[in-house]
Each structure stands twice: as C-alpha cells, then as structure tokens.
C-alpha cells in the first residue's frame, strides 16, 4: 500500500512537470488607469506578479514603466505628451517580460495634451431647435467627447464624431443631452434640444443675439404664432439672465454673473418654438451722452439727437414711457423724434453691451407768432471753431441773440436759425428774444479746435423737385451725424457711412442741413425744392429705390415706412387701394395676402419674418408725378394749411 502511494506521487510530480504546473500559474495583471487632472498626467495602477518587470504596451510600441513590489502593486504616473499617446488609445501592460503575461485591455483618459487647450469644455450652441426628421450639427472645443446623458433619447438621438455633435430629430418633445470630454465625468457642457412638428415655423424676436448688463432690464416682443401665449420652455443659463414671460413680451433681468444664456420660447401647444440668445455683461463701456437732453419736439416736424459714448455706434431703444406721444427711432448713433401728440416722454437709450442714459421728449404745438418763444434744445456743446444751428419756434421775426460770454461763443440769426460759432474753451447763457419773450440757451465750449476737417461734399447746392432723391458723399473718412435741418418739410437725410441720402418733401422753397463728424467740425448742405419741370402735362419726374424698412409695423402705425410697404404691396399687386401712409385694414388684408404666397403665419404683421421675406423679394419702389398732379398736391396742401389757420384763428 505504501508503495502504491509512492509510485502515485511520482506520477503527478512528474505530469506537473510535463504541464508546467499549470494548475499552480499566477493569474492575469491587471491594469487601471485615471487622468490625475492636472495637465496631460495620468495615473497607472498593475497588479501582478511579485518583483516583476512591467511594460506598458500602447500604438505598436512599448515602454518600460519599472518594477513590482513585493506584493505585487506597481504605481507611476506618466505624460500622455511625453509617451505620444493619444486618448482614447488601446492599452495594456505585461508583467515578467516581453513575453510575460497580459493584462486587460483599456482606453487612454481625456488629457489636456491631446483634448483642448482649454480644461473646461464649451459647445457652438447650448441651445437648439430642430424639426422632426431634421438633422443638425453643432461643434465642441474638444475632438475627444461622449455622451454622459440623454434624458428623452425618444425625442433626439446625438451621434458624436470627433468635435462634431449630431443631433437628428426622432419624434415632437424637449430632452438635455450632457456631453463630455472623454476621461472625465465633470468638464461637460448641457445642450437643450427643442423638437418641433415637421414643417413647423419658428417664432420671431424683435431683436436677437444681444447683450444687456449687470443689473439691467430689458424686454423683448416674440410673434409668429396664431396666439400670443407663449411659454419659456427652457433657460439654459439662468444665474446670468432671467427671463419671463407676460403674453407676447419676454422681460429680461441680467444677473451680476456675466455669461450667455440661450431662451427657448414657445407657444402654448408647443407647436412653435424659437431660441433668444442675451449675454449678460458688466458696464464695460463710457457713460452715454446726447446732444440734447431734454429735446423740445414741435408736433409738425420731427427732429434729431445725437448719442455719444456706450461703446461706438451700436446703440437701441431700451424703453419709451409714453410711445402714444413720440416715436423714437435709431440709425447708428442718431435718434429720430417723430412726434405723435402733445405730452412729454422718458426715452431710455442703451449702448449694446454697456450702459443707458435716458432724455425728456416734449411734443407741443410751438411754433406760432403768438406763443412763446422756444428752441429746438435748450443746451449744446461744440468745439472751439466749429458751429452747429439751433431751429426757433414761436413769437416772430426779427429775432435777436444776446450774451455776456462772447469771448466763449457767438451767433447770428438769419430767419428762424440760430447759428453758434465756439470762439475759445468755457461755457455760459444766450438768451434768443422777440416780442413775445426770450428763451434761454446754455453753451458750453471744448477745450481745443478740432484736428479733424469739416465734412466735404462732392455737390453743395441741389435741387430738387418734390419726392425726388439723388444721393451726395462726403470726401472726408470718419462717422458723421445730421446737427440741423431748417425746414425739414422742405428736404430730410439719411447718413449711412460717407453716403448722405437725401430725399425733397412735399414743400417747395430752401433747406439748410447742417452735417457734423463726430468730435470734429460742421459744413452746411443747401437744398432747395421747386416745381422745375417745363412741360406741365407731359414731363415726369420718377425715382427708383429699393424697398427696406427700418422698424416692425402693423395696424394703427402711420408714417415713411408704412407709405412704403404700402407701395411695395402695389407693386406686388396685393393692395389696389392708394397708399397713404397709414396702416389700415386694406393693407393688413394685403400683408396676410403676402404671408400666404411665402408661407409664413398670417397675422397681418410685419414682424422679423415678413420684413425679411419682403426685403429679400428685391421690390424696387418706382414712384412717378406729372408736374400738374406735384401742382394739384401742393394747392391741396396749400388748401389744407389755409383751412387750420381759420380753425385755430391765426
């Protein structure tokens, strides 16, 4: 019995012998590895055979890490940048040599070496609107990215390609999609996604992509769709903007934490939807200024106000106290006053980005010889050597000038102009009187002449004949602004860069347009409108310009813009009846005409949409008169004038 023992124990001696004592190996390595967080560093973790040879093999290649420990443990951390590996690289280790046993296979972390340069991941849009079927495509700073969370995977699918994010549009509904830089469950950025039915239309904004600053409130208008409830259906930054919404107007609060928020707003039923994009920025900007503060606007005529400061050129309408009264209206940095009725309102102005100030309009019936004398502003400032005019209104001719601080400034009168020269730097009253009382102007002069050339004009002295355009540039570079216009029934201008666009009224007789640089010095334009053509009958006079419009408009607005759209309309032949200038129910029904041929919701409105539509149909605006019918308008103007002086009695 003893000897059987013996000889078994030979035999499994000798059989692990020929096996290589399989049934006693080590086991496997293993591997783990973490980005540490700092730089391009990693850190690798093996568990193997005990003082064992490890070698990490990564891209066809390998390197030797070092030794294990008496346990088995081996810990290092190494340079993804040093070793040129990149993330998302296949890696594995082998333990007891080149031929040593292998461990598990695993992927390279995200490190700031082979990711972006930045720590903190950010995407092209944190927001967006896309329809059923539809499939779009957004950017992230990084090329090494996936996808941590989808929280409606029904409602989008997101496909990741390096830096790209694929979003295709499954079915009708929202979901957040959270992405991440590969290697790290933090630096991720949330993208909101808002899926409308197929065909759907999205809202339009009043104004979009903008910035309001610290503190600040500002509201926006949304239209487009058949309702006016509209909800916020997501803010994907609300510590720096909060909105909310009242009807159609969204009203925005800006945080003291600077950074973009994308606003998805939709209607009730969720049928349209579109995003509002607003930053949120500290005053970064010098203090807003105008040329006149509390600017006298007389009911006949509108007139001007240059804005200076904010940060350039780039300014908009913040708030209105009382729109019923006066219309403000903003090209580049000059505001136009078109008043509406008598009363007074507080116009907020606000520099894109940066701060507001805010002027008293008020809009009054000055302007006869029996009522008080008044001036078109009540306080100016010039250069030394520049000039600039101010309009009288009231009382009669002759008027007189008069002021204690001549050696600041002087003026001369010539009809109802006041024009002041600046002599040297200091500042004082005039006093401009007639009969009926005197009115008070303060001046104040800068501190030296300006450096920069008047303004200089390839033609000075034009004529006209009434509702003709020609166009007159300026030789001269820099940014100019309209200072005076005498007789604005007479002629207006647009300033668009070196380009003065200059349109006659419906009045005949002479204009004197005072055109300034900013900071610089003043030349005057002299225009004058008649009845020039020879052959009454026969002759014509036609003007070609091409349909734009400066503001929104719908039912209840009047003025340039709606006259306009109106003849724009006409010549679409969508509106048979005459344009007047006045947006009726004829020219709504013509509008919903026209959103029906493009498609567009028929609210009968000129919102974003339609304006854009209409802008880019190329609608040029052809406008002929014989001189007889410029003869019938100007008697019936003459008729009309006649008719309110007996009314009013003077």
Request: glycine content about 8%.
């Amino acid at each position: 019995m003893i000897y059987k023992k013996i000889v078994l124990a030979i035999f499994l001696i000798s059989a692990l012998a020929v096996f290589g004592f399989a049934g006693f190996a080590s086991a496997a390595p293993t591997l783990s590895v973490a980005a540490t967080g700092s730089g391009d560093n990693v850190q690798v973790n093996v568990y193997g055979d005990a003082n064992s040879s490890v070698l990490l093999f990564y891209s066809n290649t390998f390197a030797v890490l070092g030794t294990t420990s008496s346990s088995g443990s081996y810990s290092t951390t190494i340079s993804s940048a040093t070793y040129s590996i990149a993330t998302n690289a296949q890696v594995y280790v082998r333990v007891g040599g080149i031929s040593g046993q292998q461990s598990n296979t695993v992927s390279w972390p995200w490190t700031q070496s082979s990711g972006t340069s930045s720590s903190t991941l950010t995407l092209s849009q944190s927001a967006i609107l896309v329809n059923v079927g539809q499939t779009s495509t957004i950017t992230a700073n990084s090329s090494y990215l996936f996808l941590q969370s989808n929280t409606n995977p029904s409602v989008a699918n997101i496909n990741l390609n390096g830096s790209s994010v694929a979003i295709t549009a499954n079915a009708y509904g929202s979901t957040v999609a959270r992405i991440c830089a590969l290697g790290s469950t933090t630096n991720c950025a949330d993208l909101t996604i808002t899926v409308q039915n197929y065909g759907t239309s999205q809202l339009g904004f009043s104004r979009n992509n903008f910035s309001i600053y610290s503190g600040q409130t500002d509201s926006v208008s949304v239209s487009g769709a058949s309702s006016s409830n509209y909800i916020i259906s997501n803010n994907s930054n609300p510590t720096s903007v909060q909105a909310s919404i009242s009807g159609a107007t969204i009203t925005l609060s800006a945080t003291s934490t600077t950074g973009s928020a994308s606003i998805t707003v939709c209607s009730s039923d969720m049928n349209y939807c579109g995003i509002l994009n607003v930053n949120s920025t500290t005053v970064n900007s010098t203090a807003i200024s105008f040329s006149q503060s509390n600017p006298f606007v007389p009911l006949s005529q509108s007139i001007t106000v240059t804005i200076y400061g904010g940060t350039g050129t780039n300014f908009y309408v913040s708030s209105n106290s009382n729109p019923s009264v006066v219309q403000p209206n903003l090209s580049s940095n000059i505001l136009t006053l078109v008043p509406i009725t008598t009363g007074t309102s507080q116009i907020s102005i606000c520099a894109t980005g940066g701060s507001c100030a805010t002027l008293t309009a008020t809009v009054n019936n000055a302007g006869s010889a029996n009522e008080p004398i008044s001036l078109s502003q009540s306080s100016l400032s010039i250069l030394a050597g520049q000039q600039t005019s101010v309009t009288i209104y009231g009382g009669s001719a002759p008027y007189y000038f008069y002021s204690d601080s001549s050696s600041y400034f002087n003026g001369s009168i010539s009809g109802n102009v006041l024009t002041i020269y600046g002599v040297n730097q200091g500042s004082g009253t005039a006093r401009v009187c007639a009969s009926v009382g005197c009115a008070n102007l303060s001046i104040s002069v800068g501190t030296t002449t300006s450096t920069l050339n008047a303004p200089s004009f390839n033609q000075n002295n034009i004529s006209l004949n009434p509702g003709q355009q020609t166009t007159v540039y300026i030789s001269n570079t820099g940014s100019y602004y309209v200072a005076n216009n005498s007789a604005p029934l007479v002629a207006s201008v647009n300033i668009t860069g070196t380009s003065v666009f200059v349109t006659a009224g419906t009045a005949t007789g002479s204009t004197q347009i005072a055109i300034c640089q900013n900071g610089g010095q003043c030349s005057t334009l002299y225009i004058s409108v008649s009845n020039s053509t020879s052959t009454q009958t026969q002759q014509q006079t036609q003007t070609q310009t091409r349909f734009s419009l400066s503001r929104y408009l719908g039912p209840g607005d009047s003025g340039n813009d709606v006259l306009q759209l109106q003849k724009a309309l006409v010549s679409l032949g969508l509106l048979s009846a005459t344009p007047n200038g006045y947006y009726g129910s004829a020219t709504t029904s013509a509008v919903k005409s026209f959103q029906a041929q493009k498609g567009i919701n028929q609210t009968g409105n000129v919102g974003v949409s339609t304006k854009a539509a209409l802008e880019s149909a190329n609608i040029s605006i052809s406008s002929t008169l014989t001189a007889t019918t410029i003869s019938e308008i100007q008697a019936a103007i003459n008729a009309i004038l006649a008719q309110i002086i007996a009314i009013r009695g003077y």
